[in-house]
Each structure stands twice: as structure tokens, then as C-alpha cells.
């Protein structure tokens, strides 16, 4: 199954790690880690921002909240 994760991003539920709220991402060890993670060295502050994904290869943000994307994968199996 997949999970839409809005505009064009899609991923395999089997890639999924987890869903956190955007909000986790602000605080400083989340967020220097993140950023270790993030190839290109920066993070979106911005308020489009509701929720990120960390899959096996990739952190994804997303305009869809945390519950929601839960929801998504819960309805789907």
C-alpha cells in the first residue's frame, strides 16, 4: 500500500519508520539531527509544515498533520 503525503509525494507503507509532527522538528536535538540527515543542510521552518515522514531513505515534511497521515495508513490495511 502506499500513503499520499500531499502535492505529489507518495510512499510505500512498508518504507515508512514514522510520522511526527512538525513541531518535534523545532526542538534542538531533533533538529541538529535532521539536519545531519538532510543531505542539503537546511530545514523548512515554514508553517506549510504540519507533519515529516522518516522513511528508509529519505525525511519527507508534509502540509498533512501527523493524525491524518496516521489515519491514511490505518483506513488503507
Do not use: W
Not at 531533533?30 to 543542510?41: E, F, M, S, V, W
Not at 525525511?59 to 497521515?69: D, E, G, K
Request: glycine share 6%; net charge positive.
Amino acid at each position: 500500500m502506499f500513503l499520499h503525503l500531499g502535492g505529489s509525494r507518495i510512499v510505500m507503507n512498508d518504507d515508512l519508520i514514522g510520522i511526527f509532527r512538525v513541531e518535534l522538528a523545532q526542538e534542538r536535538n531533533n533538529h541538529n539531527l535532521l539536519i545531519n540527515i538532510n543531505k542539503d543542510g537546511c530545514l523548512s521552518s515554514s508553517n506549510r509544515y504540519k507533519s515529516f515522514v522518516v522513511t528508509k531513505s529519505s525525511i519527507l515534511f508534509s502540509p498533512i498533520s501527523s493524525s491524518t497521515l496516521t489515519k491514511r495508513i490505518s483506513s488503507s490495511v
